[in-house]
């Protein structure tokens, strides 16, 4: 059971059902991260105008999804890993990409795999990487601006990230079938 209130558009705040009533729309249903995001109208309309904002940077849905994958399970969140495991099927990712990002193992696309290495790079040095670090993902051919997106791709996935553990946020039915746990 959740450890915060899942609100619907009915129990949310007057500023946050206008934004749940529109992820209903858009996605058929009200994920439960959004639901508790409801609580804090601020937090909530945070995480929708980022998620924007992350979809429109440089990076394709491959990249994106990697970036997001890689930092739900370094940060231990069952709920946005499941999420991000429905996004990246539903958009055709292979199977081989989402597995392993889901199981953290060394990726057979180098370049995803200098991604991901460099998005926990960041998470683990709170973005004071390596120069080794740096010269790796710039050597499998991103810039600047792409390490700066890692940075907004880590920010975003902290801050849903940390919500869910905070709340403890079951999945949606929705979800269950891309259900991930961490290894033990």
Not at 102 to 130: K, M, N, P, Y
């Amino acid at each position: 059971m959740a450890r915060l209130t899942i609100h619907s558009p009915a129990t949310a705040p007057a500023e946050s059902r206008p934004l749940l009533e529109a992820a209903e729309a858009r996605n058929g249903f009200i994920p439960n991260l959004l639901g508790v995001l409801a609580s804090a109208p601020a937090a909530l309309e945070t995480y929708l105008t980022v998620s924007g904002i992350n979809a429109r940077a440089s990076f394709d849905l491959a990249e994106r999804e990697t970036v997001q994958i890689t930092a739900a399970t370094t940060h231990g969140c069952d709920f946005c890993v499941a999420g991000h495991t429905a996004i990246a099927r539903k958009g055709g990712l292979p199977d081989e990409l989402i597995e392993g990002l889901r199981a953290q193992e060394t990726l057979d696309d180098a370049r995803l795999e200098a991604l991901a290495a460099f998005t926990r790079a960041v998470i683990a040095s709170r973005g004071a990487v390596s120069d080794e670090a740096l010269a790796a993902f710039r050597e499998a051919g991103y810039d600047e601006q792409q390490a700066l997106e890692v940075v907004l791709g880590v920010a975003l996935a902290t801050l849903c990230n940390f919500a869910n553990s905070l709340a403890k946020t079951e999945l949606n039915p929705q979800l269950a079938p891309h259900r991930w746990r961490p290894a033990a």
